[in-house]
């Protein structure tokens, strides 16, 4: 499916898979060292987090988040569910239609994490 054709509105699924691209907390293709590094860089402080593509799972997203002192990484994985595509980080007993909804609810509600999303780290372009 083109997604510039001008015939067909964006499928609602085609636009919650790519609709994180343009949050500041969504770092993209970075590594796991790499996403250390920038959190260190920002300072380690509780609740310091980014989302990153996984690069074991190309279907999956990697949330890199501090506490104590300790950076620490979650697996965020797609779920299926009546056709649709769902985002989780506690083996579907939260689901999220995309990663925002993701990122809001664990910024109120600390769920399964050691604490909740406080502060994201900044893309900062090269």
């Known amino acids: ?4 054709s001008s015939q067909s509105p964006l499928h ?3 636009l919650n ?3 994180h691209r343009t949050q500041h907390w969504f770092h993209g293709r970075i590594s796991r060292e790499e996403s250390h590094r920038i959190i260190k860089q920002q ?11 996984s690069q074991s799972n190309p279907k999956a ?3 890199t ?3 104590h002192q300790k950076i620490k990484n979650f697996q965020i994985l797609p779920c299926e569910d009546d056709g649709q ?4 980080l506690d083996d579907g007993n939260t689901k999220f239609s995309d990663l925002i909804q993701l990122v809001d609810f664990y910024q109120l509600n600390k769920g399964v994490l050691p604490c909740k999303l406080k502060h994201h780290c900044i893309r900062v372009a090269l």
């Open 1 to 4: 499916m083109n997604i510039l």
């Open 12 to 14: 609602p699924s085609t």
């Open 17 to 19: 898979s790519v609709i």
């Open 43 to 53: 300072g380690l402080v509780d609740g310091l987090f980014l989302l990153r593509d």
């Open 61 to 63: 997203f990697v949330l």
């Open 65 to 67: 988040l501090c506490h």
């Open 85 to 88: 595509t769902f985002f989780t």
